[in-house]
């Protein structure tokens, strides 16, 4: 059975900084293109970062270009995504993603987390 299991969020007032953990089991990572996703209240869920199977490529959404920074240990078969900076507007449920495809980005994510919440106080 797949699990991908998201760790690290919390309340944080802007300007601070957060580091959110994705372990995952059951399925190995190391070939497979990665991602971040996020779901404000009332908004679609949208894509925040991905990665690709080796690490040395990544995308990130116009809005945290700059900010946050997603990684991954294929060894420990966990993916991360660094904010800093965040804004009010980074609140949201991020939710790790996995797919079956080695390129970023993509949109066909088969494997989710069930997320955890970010929220950036003014």
């Known amino acids: 059975q797949v699990q991908l299991v998201e760790s690290g969020g919390g309340s944080v007032q802007a300007g601070g900084s957060l580091r959110l953990s994705c372990a995952v089991s059951?399925?190995?990572?190391?070939?497979?293109?990665m991602g971040w996703f996020r779901q404000a209240p009332g908004k679609e869920r949208e894509s925040v970062a991905q990665?690709?199977?080796?690490?040395?490529?990544?995308y990130y959404d116009d809005s945290v270009k700059g900010r946050f920074t997603i990684s991954r240990d294929n060894a420990k078969n966990t993916l991360y995504l660094r904010m800093n900076n965040v804004k009010p507007e980074d609140t949201a449920i991020y939710t790790c993603?996995?797919?079956?495809?080695?390129?970023?980005?993509?949109?066909?994510?088969?494997?989710w987390g069930r997320g955890t919440q970010v929220t950036v106080s003014s």
């Open positions: 993603a996995a797919t079956y495809g080695n390129i970023c980005p993509r949109p066909d994510f088969v494997y």
């Open positions: 059951g399925w190995m990572i190391n070939m497979k293109c």
């Open positions: 990665i690709n199977s080796g690490g040395a490529t990544t």
